[in-house]
C-alpha cells in the first residue's frame, strides 16, 4: 500500500469515522501529531503500525481514487 500524508489527509477529509486524536498531554512533543489537522496519522483509530483499525482506509483510497 502506497500512502504519504497528502493521503491521509484526503482519507481523513473523506472519512465518516475520523475521531480526532485530542491529545491532553501537553508534554505531547511529537511534531507529526499537529492537533487541528485532518490525518488519519491524527485519528484515533489509526494504528501504531500505521493502519486503520476499522479497516476503512483502503475502502476511501479506491471509492475515492485517490492514486
Ligand atoms: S484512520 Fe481510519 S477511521 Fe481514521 S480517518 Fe483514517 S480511514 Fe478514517
Known amino acids: 500500500m502506497r500512502s504519504d500524508s497528502k ?3 484526503e482519507v481523513a477529509k473523506n472519512c465518516s469515522a475520523f475521531a ?13 501529531n499537529t ?3 485532518i490525518s488519519c496519522v491524527n485519528c484515533k483509530h489509526f494504528t501504531q503500525e500505521k493502519y486503520c483499525e476499522l479497516d ?4 476511501i483510497v479506491e471509492d475515492k481514487k485517490l492514486f
Open 20 to 32: 480526532p486524536v485530542t491529545s491532553k498531554n501537553s508534554y505531547s512533543n511529537s511534531t507529526s
Open 35 to 37: 492537533p487541528g489537522q
Open 7 to 9: 493521503t491521509y489527509e
Open 56 to 59: 476503512l482506509y483502503d475502502e
